[in-house]
């Protein structure tokens, strides 16, 4: 029999609620020992409502005391590195909320602590764990695509800053705007549908043009009355691989346009594929004939092709397989988002290399 994991929620906010606890509480052999907020009653309120029994204000003393396996990070990202880092140090596994750091410099600190520990770190990035992405990025391993030479991957809101003036909008705690927020979601799931190929350049602009709008928040977002905005509101660019490929992006968390549009578009030498508003569409050629598949994917309501919890913890109690968003893909991104962000404050092309990705 697998031995029961002990688990504890760093950051009881609304990523915590919506999808850490509920992921958790579903995974056999998980039992939620512990959640921790530095505002407690957010925590009390959470551990009531999921029926946990411990509450915790600081994190160092909930890790010390409760001989945790594994524990979600879930709070702003400036918070990410140190509470990675402690919990790696202390032998606990980590699931750490994307974006993985607020840079690059951050992210090669976890990876080698990850690396030192023994113990495991994955990214919450759920966006490769929808069935439509599994089923795409098995079609596409399958060469179905050929060589994927062009790509689109963008995320675009009409009224969607997530709260004005609170930590997602203050660079010193998010790292960044609608970049690192969405881009690191649909960029990074483009990416690695291309294989993480090796980059090569990239030209980035960012924009801040509803920095002193109260009416464009996402819905459900409340703002902060005085609080910083000091991060863009758009991104857009093109980043050019070593493979001869290319990607170009556009994220918005306000823009003037009729809906919104969270994309993927992959253009292949055999086919191609697009991932719009969470609906896939393949695109191919048989016997000289242009063909079009939709996979029927929500005919089967309960069918789940992936799950980021259990197969986390599917990873780290047999560790057979391979980890689908492992610390080394938050650096990868890392490096992208930081090369975005000299080009779009330099105004001019960034030229630069990730050392340990696969082409
Ligand atoms: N994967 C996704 O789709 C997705 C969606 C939303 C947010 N996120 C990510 O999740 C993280 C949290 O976002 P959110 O929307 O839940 O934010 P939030 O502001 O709702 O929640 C963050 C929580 O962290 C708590 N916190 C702050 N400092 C702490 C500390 N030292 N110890 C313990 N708790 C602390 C805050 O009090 C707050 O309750 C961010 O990194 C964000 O990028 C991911």
Request: glycine residues 10%.
């Amino acid at each position: 029999m697998n031995k029961t994991l002990r688990y504890a929620l760093i950051g009881a906010g609304g990523n915590a609620e919506k999808k850490h606890i509920q992921g958790y509480k579903n995974v056999l052999n998980v039992e939620v020992v512990a959640i921790c907020d530095v505002v407690r009653e957010k925590a009390a309120q959470m551990a009531e409502r999921h029926g946990v029994e411990k509450v915790y204000t600081d994190y160092k003393e909930m890790i010390q005391t409760e001989q945790l396996d594994l524990v979600s990070i879930v709070t702003p990202n400036y918070l990410h590195a140190e509470i990675a880092i402690y919990a790696l140090q202390y032998g606990v596994h980590v699931h750490c909320e994307k974006p993985l750091s607020m840079n690059a410099e951050e992210a090669r600190s976890i990876l080698r602590a990850t690396e030192q520990s023994g113990s495991q770190l994955m990214i919450g990035l759920n966006n490769r764990f929808t069935n439509e992405a599994v089923l795409l990025k098995r079609w596409i391993d399958e060469d179905n695509l050929g060589h994927i030479y062009s790509a689109k991957a963008g995320w675009v809101r009409r009224s969607g800053i997530p709260g004005r003036g609170t930590w997602f909008t203050n660079r010193s705690l998010a790292g960044g705007g609608v970049m690192i927020d969405l881009g690191a979601h649909y960029l990074d799931l483009a990416l690695y549908l291309m294989g993480k190929p090796e980059p090569s350049f990239i030209v980035g602009s960012t924009h801040q043009n509803f920095v002193h709008t109260t009416s464009r928040n996402r819905n459900g977002y409340k703002g902060v009355e005085g609080g910083i905005f000091n991060v863009e509101d758009s991104a857009s660019g093109y980043l050019s691989l070593v493979n001869g490929a290319s990607v170009a992006f556009d994220f918005s968390w306000a823009s003037n346009i009729e809906q919104d549009r969270y994309y993927v578009e992959l253009l292949g030498t055999k086919g191609g594929a697009t991932l719009v508003n969470g609906e896939l569409k393949l695109f191919g050629e048989y016997g000289g004939v242009c063909m079009d598949i939709t996979p029927k994917l929500k005919l089967n309501p309960n069918l789940k092709l992936a799950n980021e919890f259990q197969h986390f913890v599917d990873y780290i109690t047999h560790n057979g397989q391979k980890l689908i968003a492992p610390a080394e893909d938050g650096l990868y991104l890392a490096e992208i988002i930081d090369a975005f962000y000299q080009s779009a404050n330099e105004q001019s092309p960034v030229s630069f290399r990730h050392s340990m990705c696969v082409i």
